[in-house]
């Protein structure tokens, strides 16, 4: 088949060595791309344009609704094909896109399934859909109305001719730098995730996918399992992260067909996807869209609160090490920064990724911010955004660097600053049993990752069972100050809203001093973030003990960084 032949190809991911720098360390590329900073909206008017431009943006990321404006139809093989165009909804689109060259701001053309989409295609043909099981905090139990990961009516149907369609427009149109499409929620119904897909098509396909890679007979006792019981069925019998796995690939194997058929129409046009969580779908997805010579650009969402720093590295340096070939531009979401903090954000973003993109930059246009709510909020006068963004992206500015005396004495992986070289033993009470999240290794709590998976260990909470993570810095240190993310969701895994979680230090290792009163309800604090400052104690072990008073159902447990910053000590 061609898209197996396709794959033989280019799977060489899956061999690729790890090139002149060790897994999981800082590296920089040998050639830095040229910088892409990109500002997220559907608006196409000329003062937003302007502000974009004059805020150091070269591109706008823009929201559009190509498929709604074309006739779809389905052809002798029963694949999806483009048969016309509205060409009145389509002379507006161009006006944009011209008006933009001549102002001199590229476009990267986004789109996503969105309502619209699902109409269009299900009155066309039927299809098939997710069909959701295991985890869940918002989602139900069940079929969703929403493509299937492995169905081509979509993804190499409606999908791929608005692909093609904007390959073939940016032959005559230079400034189209680029076409994406957005994996975070499809029609407003479902996330990609360890919770999908159970349906017929995908369950059979990855089964056998399974039995090919690991040589296990497995049709009969999976044709056996209840449908709505699937999930379990995989659960019990180890077989779930085998199960992923295969859905990644079927999914890479996809993405390698969609890629070459953009590609056969314009070798030029770079390939994007809008969100990023590091699973199946995801992971799938890029692999496949990206190559060496031209990586596909991944408009990630993970910083839109906490910002750009060691996450950020450490998620671009996993991918890297995979073998995946992106481009990982970090997303900033203004309701969350002042505009200073927003620009410096912006600024570690040019300096360590070479750029990245802001949702949404119709904030900084709307003339009237009362009108601005949810995440379109900003805290200050646009104005001030649109200055403070305006200084960092000059060529002579110079980001500040971290003067600070202290030590990170835990010696967490893409932190900047000086840094012990002795590494923390740690131990757990009971090994993390949360399942396909990378390895469990203890070294994962320093990391530089935090919130999602690669980052993380991660425990089912049983009620009333202390949970005792201890730490070992081997040598008597000063702690003035500490970052600690746990007790927060994990993808589909919620998290535990009624219980404690406490901190504690001691230098002998057998009498411990609680840092704090206990954090109470840790899984109601935004985030799972706590901080202290200016603590002044000396210690040689930690502590954290997290105890559940009533666990949801697939509730969770987890530690993705303990940071330590301060002062080597004696023993005294």
Not at 59 to 82: C, H, K, N, W
Not at 133 to 161: A, C, I, T
Not at 477 to 490: M, Q, T
Request: a negative charge.
């Amino acid at each position: 088949m061609y898209a197996q032949a396709l794959l033989a190809a280019s799977m060489s991911w899956l061999a690729v060595g790890l090139g002149t720098a060790q897994a999981g360390q800082p590296s920089q590329p040998s050639q830095p791309p040229l910088p892409l900073r990109a500002g997220y909206a559907g608006t196409t008017n000329d003062d937003h344009t302007q502000i974009l431009l004059r805020s150091g943006f070269n591109t706008q990321l823009y929201s559009s609704r190509l498929s709604p404006m074309f006739e779809l139809a389905i052809d002798g093989q029963g694949e999806v094909i483009r048969v016309g165009i509205d060409r009145e909804k389509e002379k507006t689109f161009l006006t944009y896109l011209d008006r933009s060259a001549e102002l001199g701001l590229d476009v990267y053309v986004g789109t996503a399934y969105r309502k619209q989409h699902a109409e269009q295609l299900e009155a066309l043909t039927s299809i098939n859909h997710v069909v959701v099981q295991g985890p869940r905090r918002y989602l139900g139990f069940g079929e969703r109305g929403v493509p299937s990961p492995l169905e081509r009516k979509y993804w190499m149907g409606q999908l791929l001719q608005e692909a093609l369609y904007i390959a073939e427009l940016a032959k005559s149109r230079p400034n189209i730098r680029g076409f994406s499409f957005d994996l975070e929620a499809y029609a407003e119904n479902v996330m990609w995730r360890y919770n999908s897909s159970f349906d017929d098509h995908t369950f059979f396909a990855a089964i056998q996918r399974m039995e090919r890679d690991h040589g296990q007979f497995l049709r009969q006792a999976a044709e056996a399992v209840p449908t709505d019981e699937r999930y379990n069925w995989l659960k019990i019998n180890g077989h779930l992260e085998a199960y992923f796995a295969a859905q990644s690939s079927l999914i890479t194997e996809l993405a390698i067909e969609f890629r070459e058929r953009v590609r056969a129409v314009n070798e030029d046009l770079e390939l994007g996807v809008v969100y990023y969580e590091p699973n199946w779908m995801h992971d799938g997805w890029l692999r496949g869209l990206g190559t060496e010579a031209q990586p596909c650009t991944l408009f990630s969402e993970l910083e839109y609160h906490d910002g750009i720093g060691p996450s950020s590295r450490g998620l671009a340096q996993r991918l890297k090490d995979m073998g995946v070939h992106v481009r990982y531009l970090p997303g900033l979401q203004p309701e969350h920064y002042t505009p200073r903090q927003f620009a410096q954000a912006a600024a570690r973003g040019n300096r360590w990724h070479q750029g990245y993109w802001m949702f949404t930059s119709y904030s900084l246009w709307q003339p009237k911010p009362e009108k601005l709510w949810g995440p379109y909020i900003l805290l200050a006068p646009a104005r001030q955004y649109i200055d403070a963004l305006h200084e960092i992206n000059q060529p002579n500015y110079q980001l500040p660097e971290d003067n600070s005396d202290q030590i990170l004495l835990t010696g967490n992986a893409f932190y900047t600053g000086n840094k012990a070289q002795t590494q923390p033993i740690v131990r757990y009470s009971r090994q993390p049993d949360v399942p396909f999240y990378d390895e469990s290794q203890p070294s994962k709590v320093f990391n530089g990752i935090e919130f999602v998976g690669p980052g993380c260990v991660a425990w089912y909470a049983q009620e009333n069972e202390p949970l005792v993570i201890d730490i070992d810095l081997q040598r008597p240190v000063l702690i003035d100050r500490y970052h600690l993310r746990a007790g927060h969701s994990l993808t589909d895994h919620p998290m535990v809203k009624q219980g404690k979680l406490s901190i504690e230090t001691s230098m002998n290792g057998e009498h411990y001093y609680p840092l704090h009163k206990d954090i109470l309800n840790p899984g109601q604090v935004k985030r799972g973030t706590f901080e202290g400052r200016n603590l002044g104690v000396r210690a040689q072990y930690v502590r954290l003990t997290m105890n559940a008073e009533k666990t949801p159902e697939f509730g969770v447990w987890s530690l993705s960084e303990l940071a330590l910053w301060g002062q080597e000590a004696s023993a005294n």
